[in-house]
């Protein structure tokens, strides 16, 4: 499975951006999905998952409530709505994918549990 993400740029402290992260094969909607971020110095932290249906959600408490994670498995893409955005959020934002289509929250907030990766997107909030 490849993932291939999009959407990553240069944002003002308030504004929005929002990523996608297409993947190929024919079984995008057997596959949980997250996203994590690392910023300059950090280790790559979680951010949001989704299980293979979409009935379930998670998100890390730092973007609850200004972070949306979604999917549509019609288009094989994942998406995270990011609004609010603060400087903090700056980071290199990665897609993952894990064969697991549901699992519990602690799973998905792990990146072992992830077994295959997009490439990193830069965002970048001024202030």
């Known amino acids: 499975v490849q993932l291939q993400a999009s959407g990553g740029g240069l944002v003002q402290a308030g504004g929005s951006l929002r990523h996608s992260c297409a993947a190929s094969?024919?079984?995008?909607?057997?596959?949980?999905m997250g996203w994590f971020r690392q910023a300059p110095g950090k280790e790559r932290g979680f951010v949001a998952a989704?299980?293979?249906?979409?009935?379930?959600?998670y998100y890390a408490d730092s973007v609850k409530g200004r972070f949306t994670i979604s999917r549509d498995n019609a288009k094989d893409t994942v998406y995270l709505q990011m609004n609010s955005l603060k400087s903090e959020d700056t980071a290199v934002y990665y897609c993952?994918?894990?064969?697991?289509?549901?699992?519990?929250?602690?799973?998905?907030?792990?990146?072992?549990?992830?077994?295959?990766w997009g490439q990193g997107t830069q965002v970048t909030v001024s202030s």
């Open positions: 993952a994918g894990t064969y697991a289509s549901i699992a519990s929250g602690s799973y998905f907030r792990l990146s072992s549990s992830y077994g295959f």
């Open positions: 094969g024919r079984t995008f909607s057997s596959y949980g």
């Open positions: 989704i299980s293979s249906s979409g009935g379930s959600t």
